[in-house]
């Protein structure tokens, strides 16, 4: 058990919808971080938030959509959904973002676009 | 820039060793190893950072050269729970303050009896 909690661990909707995958990190943990894993991309960083501010971005979709409220929760919004966006998300946690520290990653949150 | 990963998959008998590695066409400044089982989370092994150190932890060890911007996961005496699919993760060394680790393909590496 890593310490982070992703919910829900599966969602099923149809394209065209809007949906919301939270995360909650490991205690002490103050930088959050989004990866999708697909079949054929692989594991793709997403974004970076520390203390409630964007700290880096990656190969985010302008239809995706992430904060990180001042719980340290974060939450990843996901909008007019696609076929292609079928994956799993996950979630992952580090102490305070800097390069030399691991990242401890959720159970994720498979996915399904019908 | 996504660094690349050798060789994609490989199959031990249980006791053999195995290599893998990972390379970078930019300077690095830290080289991140993960294992990941079929249907669950990465989970963390160990970190390298730009100096060319070498880790352990149990019977996994890794280098990095910095020269040749590679590192190395070495795998001795396998064991079964070994399998999964190993990924090598790298932040570039941009000094722009903001740090993305980008994962390779990923290993996936068969332990069998």
């Known amino acids: 058990d890593s310490g982070v909690t992703q919910t829900p661990k599966h969602l099923i909707t149809a394209t065209g919808q809007r949906v919301t995958l939270r995360c909650s990190p490991r205690s002490g943990d103050l930088s959050v971080y989004w990866y999708q894993q697909s079949l054929d991309q692989g594991l793709q960083f997403l974004i970076q938030?520390?203390?409630?501010?964007?700290?880096a971005k990656g190969n985010i979709l302008e239809r995706f959509s992430a904060q990180q409220f001042p719980d340290l929760h974060s939450e990843l919004n996901l909008s007019s959904l696609e076929l292609g966006d079928s994956a799993l998300y996950f979630c992952?946690?580090?102490?305070?973002?800097?390069?030399?520290?691991?990242?401890?990653f959720g159970d994720g949150t498979r996915l399904s676009i019908l | 820039q996504q660094p690349v990963q050798s060789p994609q998959a490989v199959i031990l008998r249980e006791g053999e060793d195995a290599v893998i590695n990972c390379s970078s066409s930019k300077a690095l400044y830290s080289v991140h190893w993960y294992r990941q089982k079929h249907g669950e989370a990465p989970v963390f092994l160990m970190i390298?950072?730009?100096?060319?150190e070498q880790k352990g932890h149990e019977k996994i060890s890794a280098s990095f050269n910095e020269k040749k911007q590679q590192s190395s996961l070495y795998l001795t005496a396998s064991q079964l729970s070994y399998s999964g699919t190993y990924f090598c993760g790298t932040v570039v060394d941009s000094g722009a303050g903001s740090y993305q680790l980008t994962f390779g393909k990923g290993t996936k590496l068969s332990v069998i009896p």
């Open positions: 938030y520390y203390n409630g501010e964007e700290r």
């Open positions: 992952a946690s580090s102490v305070s973002g800097q390069p030399n520290q691991p990242q401890h």
């Open positions: 390298l950072l730009k100096g060319g």
